[in-house]
């Protein structure tokens, strides 16, 4: 499956963004699909996945400000950010894999799968 992350942008702090992780080749719809974030000189970090049920899993600071979502007939997995902070900006990943387990959402060795990553910058 191939996937293509896009949506990013620059957004002034307090505002929204909603990012797309649109896939080709494969329905997205068997896949667990991640967001990661990678900001300057940091490690990538998790920020939601969704789950083939459609279970889906925040980091601590996302939850309640991001909502992952999938649409399977776009063949498109979705991340609504509002309330945006300015460490917020970092590059967004999306990552996707068939069979990883619940204890491993969160790590990005094990998603097979990744786009290319879509800039999001939150200006104070």
């Known amino acids: 499956v191939q996937l293509q992350a896009f949506g990013g942008g620059l957004v002034q702090a307090g505002g929204s963004l909603r990012l797309s992780c649109a896939a080709s080749g494969r329905s997205l719809s068997s896949y667990t699909v991640g967001w990661f974030r990678q900001a300057p000189g940091e490690k990538r970090e998790f920020v939601a996945a969704?789950?083939?049920?459609?279970?889906?899993y925040y980091a601590d600071s996302e939850k309640g400000r991001f909502t992952i979502s999938r649409d399977n007939a776009k063949n498109t997995v979705y991340l609504q950010m509002n309330s945006l902070k300015p460490e917020d900006t970092a590059v967004y990943y999306c990552a996707a894999d068939q069979s990883i387990i619940i204890t491993s959402l969160t790590s990005s060795q094990y998603y097979h799968y990744w786009g290319q990553g879509t800039q999001v910058t939150v200006s104070s």
């Open positions: 969704i789950r083939r049920s459609g279970a889906t």
